[in-house]
């Protein structure tokens, strides 16, 4: 395609679709829910599996006890121990689906406002400033004859904050 073609199709997909809040923040929503709800998934399916387990462990001490090989204080204190446990992993459980909540609602907060004040300035910046800033997002662009079919812009998603989330990934 032409360089200029491509650029106006940039230029117009970035000064229209990208100035409009709900298109913003459904497409933050997106980026950033992928990989978090995965993650979040992840730490909840292991806490069921643990509570899980320890109920079973608890269920087996029972059946141990009645076939006589705990005395009543030892099966008290086993139990004891695994209730503590059992409750600790709910608790964990509980407050990592109130964080993600939480968390889904601060992100959307804090990272909306300086996107949206950036893209609502660009129809007016320069073409060398669009260029920059393009270059600097490293945004990816599916460009077709039909127009824009696909973009992300990397800008969108949160660092280590390491230090080094800027940095490029080693060839």
């Not at 978090?36 to 806490?47: A, D």
């Not at 269920?59 to 006890?65: A, E, M, V």
């Amino acid at each position: 395609m032409q360089k200029d073609l491509v650029e106006n199709t940039v230029t117009n997909f970035v000064s229209k679709k990208l100035n409009d809040q709900d298109y913003l923040k459904a497409l933050i929503g997106q980026a950033f829910s992928k990989s978090q709800i995965k993650e979040t998934e992840n730490q909840s399916l292991y806490l069921k599996q643990e509570l899980s387990r320890l109920k079973k462990k608890k269920s087996k001490l029972l059946d141990l006890y009645s076939d006589g090989l705990f005395t009543k204080e030892e099966l008290n204190q086993k139990v004891s121990t695994l209730n503590d446990e059992i409750s600790v992993g709910k608790v964990k459980l509980a407050k990592l689906e109130r964080h993600e909540v939480l968390k889904q609602n601060i992100i959307a907060r804090q990272n909306i406002e300086p996107i949206v004040r950036t893209l609502t300035e660009f129809p007016y910046w320069t073409p060398v400033q669009k260029r920059t800033f393009l270059q600097s997002q490293i945004p990816e662009f599916s460009i077709t004859k039909k127009g824009i079919t696909g973009f992300t812009l990397n800008f969108c998603k949160l660092g280590d904050h390491t230090g080094m989330d800027s940095w490029r990934p080693p060839a």
